[in-house]
C-alpha cells in the first residue's frame, strides 16, 4: 500500500523541509519516497510503500519539532467528498457565548466554562445551559454587534471549503454554537448547509434558554452518518475538523478526522493535528497544490 506522509513548515519552524526529511529515518529504511512538492519551501508529500504502523516510529521523529504539523495515511483517496466542520476557534478564531457574555459582564466566569466543557472536563449540555443561562436578558442588538465587531474568519477557512467545493465537495457546518452566527458564518465562507443551536429570545431579549435538542457531540455524529448517506459516501471520502471535546465523536467517524489547534483530548483522538499552521494545512494533506487552492 502507498502511504503518504505530508509535511507542513511554518514560519517559526526552526528547521527546513529538507532538515526534517533528512531526519526521518524510519523513511528512509522503506527505501527512497517519492517526492511531491504542494508549496515551495512549505509543504511537501513524501509517497512510499508501507503501512501505517509506521507512525509510532515517525511520531517520535516529528511530534517534538516546533512548527511542523503533518499527516499519515493511505495515498489513494486523499481528496475527501466531505468537510464538516466545527465553527468557534475552527472556522472563526473566537467563542461566539463568550464574546455575548462580555456585553453583559460575565465573559470571565463563561469563558472559564467553556474552556472546561471544551477539554472535556464537564458535560457539554449541561455546561451550555449553564453558560446560555447567564445570558438571560442580553438585548438581541448584542447579537448583530458581536457578529460585527468580534467575529473573523480563520485563516484559511474560505479557501479550505472553497477549494474542496471546486473539487465536487459538499461541506457542513456544524456547531455547538449558535444558529445566528453559523447561517452568516456558512454564508461568509461557502458551506452548503449549517447545524447549531437556538437561542431563545422573547421581544428583543435572551430568555437565558437554548431550543432543545441541544447540537452537540451526538447531534454531530448524527449529522456526518445522515449527510453520508445522502450523498452515498463512505466514511474514508470524508474529513471532519473541530478543536473541543464535542468534536471527538465525528473526527472518529471520518476518514480523515483532524484536530486544528485543539484542546488535548481531541489531538488525542485526531489521525491527525493542525498546531502551527492556518486552514490551508488541510488542503496540503489532502494532496492539493498551492496552484490548485481557490479563494
Known amino acids: 500500500m502507498d502511504i503518504a506522509l505530508t509535511l507542513v513548515v511554518n514560519p517559526d519552524c526552526s528547521l527546513s523541509l529538507e532538515k526534517i526529511e533528512d531526519g526521518v529515518e524510519a523513511i528512509k529504511a522503506t527505501g527512497t519516497p517519492e517526492r511531491r512538492t504542494l508549496s515551495d519551501g512549505k509543504a511537501v508529500d513524501l509517497i512510499f510503500e508501507g503501512s501505517l504502523k509506521i507512525r509510532d516510529q515517525i511520531e517520535g521523529a516529528l511530534?517534538?519539532?516546533?512548527?511542523?504539523?503533518?499527516?499519515?495515511?493511505?495515498?489513494?483517496?486523499?481528496?475527501?467528498?466531505?468537510i464538516l466542520a466545527d465553527m468557534d476557534s475552527t472556522m472563526i478564531?473566537?467563542?461566539?457565548?463568550?464574546?455575548?457574555?462580555?456585553?453583559i459582564g460575565v465573559k470571565g466566569k463563561v469563558a472559564a466554562i467553556t474552556e472546561a466543557a471544551m477539554r472535556g472536563e464537564l458535560d457539554f449540555e449541561a455546561a451550555l445551559k449553564e453558560r446560555v443561562a447567564l445570558l438571560a436578558g442580553l438585548s438581541t442588538d448584542a447579537l448583530k454587534q458581536c457578529y460585527d465587531e468580534r467575529i473573523e474568519l480563520m485563516a484559511g477557512a474560505r479557501t479550505l471549503v472553497q477549494t474542496m467545493k471546486a473539487n465536487g465537495a459538499y461541506a457542513v457546518l456544524v456547531s455547538g454554537g449558535f444558529t445566528y452566527f453559523t447561517e452568516k458564518v456558512a454564508?461568509?465562507?461557502?458551506?452548503?448547509?449549517n447545524r447549531a443551536n437556538v437561542l431563545g429570545?422573547?421581544?428583543?431579549?435572551?430568555?437565558?434558554?437554548?431550543?432543545?435538542p441541544i447540537c452537540g457531540a451526538a447531534t454531530k455524529l448524527e449529522t456526518l452518518n445522515e449527510q453520508a448517506a445522502k450523498h452515498g459516501l463512505k466514511s474514508d471520502e470524508i474529513l471532519a475538523v473541530g478543536d473541543g471535546a464535542n468534536d471527538?465523536?465525528?473526527?472518529?467517524?471520518?476518514?480523515?478526522?483532524?484536530?486544528?489547534?485543539?484542546?488535548?483530548?481531541?489531538?488525542?483522538?485526531?489521525?491527525?493535528?493542525?498546531?502551527?499552521?492556518?486552514?490551508?494545512?488541510?488542503?496540503?494533506?489532502?494532496?492539493?497544490?498551492?496552484?490548485?487552492?481557490?479563494?
Open 63 to 82: 511530534n517534538d519539532i516546533d512548527g511542523l504539523d503533518w499527516c499519515l495515511q493511505p495515498a489513494e483517496g486523499r481528496k475527501k467528498k466531505m
Open 93 to 103: 478564531t473566537v467563542e461566539c457565548i463568550d464574546e455575548l457574555a462580555d456585553f
Open 187 to 193: 454564508a461568509a465562507i461557502g458551506f452548503d448547509m
Open 201 to 212: 429570545i422573547e421581544g428583543n431579549a435572551l430568555t437565558g434558554l437554548v431550543e432543545e
Open 248 to 295: 471527538i465523536p465525528m473526527i472518529e467517524a471520518a476518514g480523515l478526522g483532524i484536530a486544528y489547534h485543539a484542546k488535548p483530548r481531541t489531538r488525542e483522538a485526531a489521525a491527525a493535528a493542525v498546531t502551527y499552521g492556518d486552514l490551508t494545512a488541510l488542503l496540503y494533506f489532502q494532496g492539493y497544490t498551492d496552484a490548485e487552492f481557490v479563494s
